[in-house]
């Protein structure tokens, strides 16, 4: 069975930094996009960051463009999530999420496949 498996949240202070890692199985993971979300209590789950099959292209929530990187490597079917300067805003769950061949960029969850169970991220003031 498929399994998206993250790891690496924890508890930061602000400015500091975390790298997510997303394990996948079950799946030919170079034949989907991956996706990062994330989802505070009481709002919706937003897209975070998405990147290509290849990892040569990528696409980044607005409010976090400068701050996050999200990275893959197929050879050892894992995708990264490289978080710097971290704000009190950013304290969510985040999960990691595989979407099929989309036309354009998958921004909707409907869009997305498999999901993992999500890794808490809390940024203290």
């Known amino acids: 069975q498929v399994q998206l498996v993250e790891s690496g949240g924890g508890l930061v202070q602000a400015g500091g930094s975390l790298r997510l890692s997303c394990a996948a199985s079950g799946l030919t993971f170079s034949t989907y996009i991956m996706g990062w979300f994330r989802q505070a209590p009481g709002k919706e789950r937003e897209l975070v960051a998405t990147?290509?099959?290849?990892?040569?292209?990528?696409y980044y929530l607005d409010s976090v463009k400068g701050r996050i990187t999200i990275s893959r490597d197929n050879a050892k079917n894992t995708v990264y999530l490289q978080m710097y300067g971290l704000k009190p805003e950013d304290t969510a769950v985040y999960y990691c999420?595989?979407?099929?061949?989309?036309?354009?960029?998958?921004?909707?969850?409907?869009?997305?496949?498999?999901w993992g169970q999500g890794t808490q991220v809390t940024v203290s003031s």
């Open positions: 990147i290509s099959r290849s990892g040569a292209r990528t």
């Open positions: 999420a595989a979407a099929e061949g989309v036309p354009g960029i998958p921004d909707r969850r409907a869009e997305y496949k498999y």
